[in-house]
Each structure stands twice: as C-alpha cells, then as structure tokens.
C-alpha cells in the first residue's frame, strides 16, 4: 500500500510517459543524452565562448616545460596537477582554440552522461530529473568552457561517482580498484582531492565478512596510492622532489595569514619568520619606499606580500625544507586563534553552497595605464597601488623560485622592476618558454560571444537552484521517504564535503570549487524524491 500511495504522489503516467521511461533505461538514451548535451553545449557558446579559465598560463607554462630535459624554472612543473595541464594546454598545441572547444565540450557531454548513468541505479525518474537538471543548468555549463582544472575536475569527479557507485552495489576486487584508481586520476587533475584517499574507509560499510572488507579496503587504498606514487618518484627523479605537487604545506598559512591571524606572537616558529623579513625583506622595495613595517605587513592580509612570504622561504631557509617554516607558523596561528580559524573555513563551505558561476565576457585588450592617484609616503609621492594592497607588486615574483638560485628579481625604482638571471642559457630558455606559452595563449577565446545572449545566460544561473537547494532537498526528502540503498548518493555528497573542507583550509570561497561536484547534490534530491522506497507493504 505504501508504494502504491508513493505512486500515486505523482499521479498515473500516461502511457506517453511510460513510454519514455522505458527508453530512458535502454543503451540509446545514453547516446541521445550525449548528443543533447553537447547541443546544449554548443548553445551556450553562442553567448560564452571557450576561454582561459583559473590559473590558465600557469597550466600553460608546465605543458611548455615538461617536454624539456633542462628545466629553468621546475616551480612551473611542481605547483600544477599533470592531467589538467594536458587538457587545458595539449588541444591549444595541437588544433588550437577550436580543438579545446571541441575537447571540453566532450568532457561536459560525458560528465552528463556518467551521472545519468548512477542515477540510473535508482530508477528512469530518478535519471531523467539528474539528466534535464544538468543539461539546463546554466553554471554548471559555464564551468567547462573555462579553460582550467575546474571542468577536468568535474568530468573526472562524475567518473568516480559511477565507480563508486558500482563498487557500492556489487563490491568485487575489480571495481573496487577502479573506484581507487579513480581516486588517483582526481588527484592528478586537482591534487586537493587527494583526501579522497581515506574513502578506502567506505569498505567497511560493505557486507561481508571484516576480513573481505578490510581486503577490499587496502586495494582501494593500493589503487589510488600506487599511481600517486609513481608520480612523485618521477618529480624527484626529474626535479629533486618527492612530491605530487609542491605547496601544499603554505594551505593553512595562506588561510591564517589572509584572515589577519598571523602573529610573531603566535609561537617561535612565527617570530623566527618575522626576524628574516626584518632582515631580509622589509630593507627591499617596494617595502623600503612604501615604508612597511613588520606590524603592517603581519596585518595586512596581502596576496602580495603573501607571495613574498613563500619566496622568502625558499630563499632563506632553502628549497628543500619545502615552506616548513610557513607550515609551522600556520599551525601556531591555528592553535592561537582555533575558534577564529575553524569559523573561516566553516563560513568558506556555507559560502560555496550559496554560491552559482556566471559567465564573463571576453576581456579587452590592455590598454597602456598609468597611476590615477598617488600616496605621499615620507614625503614622497609614490603611485597608489591597485586593488587596495599596501605595495604595487611582489618584491619576487610568484613563480621565478629554484633551487640553487641563479635568478633574481632587480628593482630599478619603487614600481619598477625585472628578471635576472645568472646563466645566458637560463635566460635564453625562459624567453623561449614564455613565448612558447604566449604562443598557446594566442586567439584565446576564439570569439566575442554575444553579451545580450550572455546577459540572459547569467540571470538563468541566478534564478536556478543553488547547490544548498539540492542539498536540502535530497536530506529532507531521504527523511521523509527513506528511498533504499542511500548509501552511495550519500557517500558521494560526503566526498564533497570532505574535498571543499580540504580547499577551505587554504583559499577562500570560490564557485569553482564547488559546482563541478554539486551535481552529487542534484543526484541526493533525485534518489530522495524519485527513487524506490525502503519499505514496501504488500497490499492488502
């Protein structure tokens, strides 16, 4: 009676209808959605062509190098995933602008695909309601015509859900190897998702004897940490450095220092950092012009003097501690300020789940500028730095670190400054490697979209349902009728949640990070509100 009552909440299909749900569990709706969805696609890049998405040079600076044996700057080639540099930067190579597009087009096609796909565990309703909700979600299409780790990430994270979810239904060494395996692929589009490593937990939850799901456990854990590890072996064979990418240790500092909770009263490890800048970055420009002191630049917040922070470590104290300097002082600006810290990276998720992408239009070509305003600093007047930071630039830039050294940055006046290096060769190699990169860079984007199409797209995204709605949803409604085998639409939300606390830590809220993953939100609201129910009374 209770399935029949559940039935009947959304009336008696027509035959029309039932029809359709038919086809929408044979092997040809998947084709059909995979064609609708690049159709949507291609509609949306009518208004928003493909252009450089987050971090784009920095992606196409490690394609540039990774093919040389001498490598002038390994920083380009630590500090970014290989897979999502090979996505963003090969199709540029290899057919240009329109390749990539043809490229990312097929990831969002796919990505719509797989999760049609773990939806389809849960019955037709359940598939066409993920299917239509991703197709039209305005966000979620602009994301993959960013050139960057965002969309890769995306289509791979839809990938995993489909592994997962099969190893979930009918555990076996094979599946639940590819979910692991899946694990690494992640990893190596966004290492971020590196977290996704403890899942192996998630075997415990299986039936079967503790010993099968600790054996199952371990080859998930295998799978996803082996390729990893080949990885960092190749960094160090090539670069000194075993490391999937380096940096991760600045996370919880970048965090502490943005949010003025960096101290030297913090603990020792502080005070020893405050004591290289006094020495060996405040005496420099543009800190000696702009007459910055140690308590103005520990309270600054600022990305700039950041970036100068993470230079100075690997300047003073040495490549090779990679940032442990900074790793300790973000500790102890953690244990100073625990509730301050802790309400940050609370505030940062709740932020994202309110959060939508919209599409930006191309950006004109600069123009030459010059200072509107100055500031009169010691009776000198000084141009007015931009965006509200306290210096015009980073004394070193952010991505000219080596080991050994061998380059520098001279500064010939308070704002003006430029790259030396000690080895003609070295320089040399860098001027082709940023031509290289420039070259990638050229006729990116292909076009200008159209600004009245793009106007339309953008209010679509604000009026759609935010992740947060989904989310809700899919906990009201496994609440209210306790849909059966819950277990992997609610283990994929928990990866999200695991993945954007990890980013949290260190970045602020950014849409990004969270709409590639929040299709696991529209799959809970659709397993919760279509899928069968648990319990099923026979009639009477």
């Given at each position: 009676?209770?399935?029949?009552?559940?039935?009947?909440?959304?009336?008696?299909?027509?035959?029309?209808?039932?029809?359709?749900?038919?086809?929408?569990?044979?092997?040809?709706?998947?084709?059909?959605?995979?064609?609708?969805?690049?159709?949507?696609?291609?509609?949306?890049?009518?208004?928003?062509?493909v252009?450089?998405?987050?971090d784009?040079?920095?992606?196409?600076?490690?394609?540039?190098?990774?093919?040389d044996?001498?490598?002038v700057?390994?920083?380009?080639?630590?500090?970014?995933?290989?897979?999502?540099?090979?996505?963003?930067?090969?199709?540029?190579?290899?057919?240009?602008?329109?390749?990539?597009?043809?490229?990312?087009?097929?990831?969002?096609a796919?990505?719509?695909?797989?999760w049609?796909?773990?939806?389809?565990?849960?019955?037709?309703?359940?598939?066409?309601?993920?299917?239509?909700?991703l197709?039209?979600?305005?966000?979620?299409?602009?994301?993959?015509?960013?050139?960057?780790?965002?969309?890769?990430?995306?289509?791979?994270?839809?990938?995993?859900?489909?592994?997962?979810?099969?190893a979930?239904?009918?555990?076996?060494?094979?599946?639940?190897?590819?979910?692991?395996?899946?694990?690494?692929?992640?990893?190596?589009?966004?290492?971020?998702?590196?977290v996704?490593?403890?899942?192996?937990?998630?075997?415990?939850?299986?039936?079967?004897?503790?010993?099968?799901?600790?054996?199952?456990?371990?080859?998930?854990?295998?799978?996803?940490?082996?390729?990893?590890?080949?990885w960092?072996?190749?960094?160090?064979?090539?670069?000194g450095?075993f490391?999937?990418?380096?940096?991760?240790?600045?996370?919880?500092f970048?965090?502490?220092?943005?949010?003025?909770?960096?101290?030297?009263?913090?603990?020792?490890?502080t005070?020893a950092?405050?004591?290289?800048?006094?020495?060996h970055?405040?005496?420099?420009?543009?800190?000696?012009s702009?007459?910055?002191?140690?308590?103005?630049?520990?309270?600054?917040?600022?990305?700039?003097?950041?970036?100068?922070l993470?230079?100075?470590s690997?300047?003073?104290?040495?490549?090779?501690?990679?940032?442990?300097?900074?790793?300790?002082?973000?500790?102890?600006?953690?244990?100073?300020?625990?509730?301050?810290?802790?309400?940050?990276?609370?505030?940062?998720?709740?932020?994202?789940?309110?959060?939508?992408?919209?599409g930006t239009?191309?950006?004109p070509?600069?123009?030459?500028s010059?200072?509107?305003?100055?500031?009169?600093?010691?009776?000198?007047?000084?141009?007015k730095?931009?965006?509200?930071?306290?210096i015009p630039?980073?004394?070193?830039?952010?991505?000219?670190?080596?080991?050994?050294?061998?380059?520098?940055?001279?500064?010939?006046?308070p704002?003006?400054?430029?790259?030396?290096?000690?080895?003609?060769?070295?320089?040399?190699?860098?001027?082709?490697?940023?031509?290289?990169?420039?070259?990638?860079?050229?006729g990116?984007?292909?076009?200008?979209g159209?600004?009245?199409l793009?106007?339309?797209?953008?209010?679509a995204?604000?009026?759609?349902?935010?992740p947060?709605?989904?989310?809700?949803?899919?906990?009201?409604?496994?609440?209210?009728?306790?849909?059966?085998?819950?277990?992997?639409?609610?283990?994929?939300?928990?990866?999200?949640?695991?993945v954007?606390?990890?980013a949290?830590?260190?970045?602020?809220?950014?849409?990004?990070?969270?709409i590639?993953l929040?299709?696991?939100?529209?799959?809970?609201?659709?397993?919760?509100?279509?899928?069968?129910?648990?319990?099923r009374?026979?009639?009477?």
């Amino acid at each position: 009676m209770a399935a029949r009552q559940d039935a009947l909440t959304f009336g008696r299909p027509s035959a029309t209808w039932r029809r359709f749900e038919a086809f929408a569990e044979t092997r040809l709706a998947a084709v059909v959605l995979f064609v609708a969805a690049l159709c949507a696609f291609a509609l949306e890049s009518v208004a928003l062509p493909v252009a450089g998405g987050r971090d784009f040079g920095g992606y196409l600076r490690w394609y540039v190098q990774f093919w040389d044996s001498h490598t002038v700057l390994p920083i380009w080639t630590l500090t970014r995933a290989p897979i999502a540099s090979l996505l963003v930067a090969g199709p540029l190579d290899l057919g240009g602008v329109w390749l990539a597009t043809v490229v990312f087009a097929l990831l969002f096609a796919a990505s719509v695909v797989c999760w049609a796909l773990v939806a389809s565990r849960y019955g037709p309703r359940a598939t066409i309601l993920t299917a239509v909700a991703l197709l039209v979600w305005p966000a979620y299409g602009v994301v993959f015509h960013e050139l960057g780790s965002d969309a890769g990430g995306g289509a791979a994270f839809a990938l995993w859900a489909l592994l997962v979810v099969r190893a979930i239904e009918r555990p076996s060494t094979r599946r639940v190897a590819a979910a692991g395996l899946g694990v690494a692929l992640l990893t190596l589009v966004r290492p971020g998702n590196q977290v996704l490593v403890g899942f192996a937990l998630l075997a415990l939850l299986l039936p079967g004897s503790w010993r099968r799901r600790l054996a199952l456990g371990g080859i998930f854990l295998a799978s996803a940490v082996a390729p990893l590890l080949a990885w960092s072996a190749l960094n160090s064979i090539r670069y000194g450095d075993f490391t999937i990418v380096r940096g991760r240790n600045v996370f919880v500092f970048s965090r502490a220092f943005t949010h003025h909770l960096v101290a030297p009263s913090n603990g020792p490890s502080t005070r020893a950092l405050a004591r290289a800048v006094d020495e060996h970055l405040l005496p420099l420009e543009p800190y000696r012009s702009y007459h910055v002191d140690e308590k103005e630049l520990f309270a600054s917040g600022s990305f700039r003097m950041l970036t100068d922070l993470f230079a100075l470590s690997d300047r003073y104290w040495g490549w090779g501690t990679d940032y442990a300097i900074i790793r300790k002082a973000g500790w102890e600006a953690v244990k100073k300020h625990p509730l301050e810290f802790s309400g940050e990276v609370a505030t940062t998720i709740a932020t994202e789940l309110r959060q939508t992408a919209y599409g930006t239009p191309p950006a004109p070509a600069a123009a030459s500028s010059t200072a509107e305003h100055d500031v009169v600093v010691g009776g000198q007047a000084l141009p007015k730095p931009s965006e509200g930071q306290p210096i015009p630039s980073s004394h070193w830039s952010g991505d000219i670190q080596r080991p050994g050294g061998g380059i520098d940055e001279v500064w010939t006046s308070p704002t003006e400054h430029h790259v030396v290096f000690a080895s003609a060769r070295n320089r040399r190699e860098y001027d082709r490697l940023q031509r290289d990169a420039g070259r990638l860079d050229d006729g990116v984007p292909a076009y200008g979209g159209s600004s009245t199409l793009l106007r339309r797209l953008n209010q679509a995204s604000r009026w759609f349902p935010r992740p947060v709605v989904w989310l809700l949803v899919g906990l009201v409604g496994l609440v209210v009728r306790r849909p059966r085998r819950a277990l992997a639409p609610l283990a994929l939300v928990a990866a999200v949640f695991v993945v954007l606390a990890a980013a949290a830590v260190g970045v602020d809220a950014v849409p990004e990070y969270v709409i590639p993953l929040a299709p696991a939100f529209v799959l809970l609201a659709a397993v919760a509100l279509l899928g069968e129910r648990r319990e099923r009374l026979t009639q009477v």
